[in-house]
């Protein structure tokens, strides 16, 4: 298990590689870029992320970034000072070949130097640090009260299968998944956020102003306040589709034939359940759980961060990519990558726990 391990590990790299060098090559093609969003904010013709979230029209969009590409031809540049593009590519970097720029961010990289934002006067790695808690308050909490709520539920579910538990359960398994996240959170701030019945939970922040005045009982309360709303928001669809994978992988064990042999030597019920068909069937469960994770702190969460004013990574790379900031793109790329590789890497030896029977280091590929 160990050779596998150091074998994995070594492939990270390799793999962060890889995905750096993809999405590199992609935003080379891909129109617009900083100068155009420099030459668009000249123009006051640059639309920021948030309106865009609001609502502005798909023409407004064209023009913040409208671009000619990378041949050094804007569109909207007429009237300007030619040396004044020139300058503005400098700063930029844009006036060095492509593998020149290529390389340079990867030997940053490798020191975990993801360069300084075009547009905000601080370093890459300093706005991720600082976005990074609330994402991932967003994302564990989230993945863990899904996985608290599915997986015992999921175990009901299978129990007791076709009884009136098992369908009232599924009504509601079905209207949670149907409804957006965005659509709930709403729902909540409407319901219990001073919209119009209850003002019981804070609309915005992941704290309040006096946070750091409080004593730390009361942080830990106050943190967990604040988050009440956001983490039910994005449970509301998760736990549905984990629900129904945890009924269906225990149903397909329970009808197996090892389970109908160890209940014909005696062993009871809860010793058949959990000592034989839990470990079995929770490997597909456990197999989702960096997808499950990732998707919490990235994609589910930007809406929520929006609605609810918490200024995290996922607002953070959306607002990256509407200005073309590419650094902050790529540094945000680079670090959801790497938690994203360490997960799978945690997922695998989450099989080997739960069975180990398992052994990935017998594998020659």
């Known amino acids: 298990m160990q050779a596998y391990l150091l074998r994995r590990l070594a492939l990270i790299p390799l793999t962060l590689l890889g995905i750096i060098a993809i999405n590199f090559a992609i935003v080379q093609i891909a129109p617009g870029g900083p100068v155009e ?6 123009k006051n013709t640059a639309v920021a992320a948030t309106a865009r979230v609001g609502g502005s029209s798909g023409a407004e969009v064209a023009q913040a970034v409208q671009g000619a590409g990378s041949s050094g031809a804007y ?9 004044f593009i020139a300058d503005l590519q400098r700063q930029f970097g844009f006036d060095q070949p492509v593998h020149v720029r290529f390389g340079r961010m990867i030997g940053d990289y490798l020191r975990f130097d993801l360069g300084k934002s075009y547009f905000r006067d601080c370093k890459v790695l300093d706005l991720v640090l600082d976005k ?15 996985y608290l709520i599915s997986i015992p539920l999921g175990i009901a579910k299978a129990v007791r299968d076709g009884s009136r ?18 659509l709930f959170a709403i729902l909540l701030i ?6 119009r019945y209850l003002d ?24 967990f306040w604040h988050l009440t709303l956001p983490v039910l928001s994005m449970v509301i669809g998760g736990f549905a589709s984990l629900t129904m994978l945890t009924k269906n992988a225990f149903l397909d064990e329970i009808n197996k034939q090892y389970v109908m042999t160890a209940r014909a030597k005696g062993l009871s019920e809860n010793r058949v359940l959990y000592g034989h068909v839990f470990r079995n069937a929770m490997l597909l469960v456990i197999a989702g759980f960096p997808a499950t994770l990732i998707g919490m702190l990235f994609a589910g969460s930007l809406l929520i961060e929006v609605i609810f004013s918490l200024d995290g990574l996922g607002l953070l790379g959306f607002e990256a990519v509407i200005k073309r900031d590419y650094p902050v793109m790529f540094g945000t790329l680079y670090i959801f ?4 590789l360490l997960l799978n890497l945690v997922s ?17 590929t």
Request: no cysteine; aromatic share 12%; charged share 15%.
């Open 190 to 195: 409407i319901l219990f956020a001073g919209g």
């Open 200 to 223: 019981w939970f804070p609309l915005r922040g992941l704290v309040s102003d006096q946070w750091s005045d409080l004593s730390w009982p009361a942080r830990i309360a106050d943190y």
């Open 348 to 364: 695998d030896l989450s099989y080997h726990l739960v069975d180990p029977r398992i052994d990935f280091a017998a594998r020659k």
């Open 37 to 42: 969003q420099v030459l668009a904010q000249l």
């Open 165 to 182: 538990f098992d369908v009232l359960s599924s009504a509601a398994v079905i209207v949670g998944y149907a409804i957006p996240a965005f």
């Open 337 to 340: 990558s790497l938690i994203g």
């Open 132 to 146: 990074l808690p609330v994402s991932i308050s967003l994302g564990v909490w989230s993945t863990l009260l899904i």
């Open 75 to 83: 569109r909207g540049a007429q009237g300007l000072d030619p040396a």
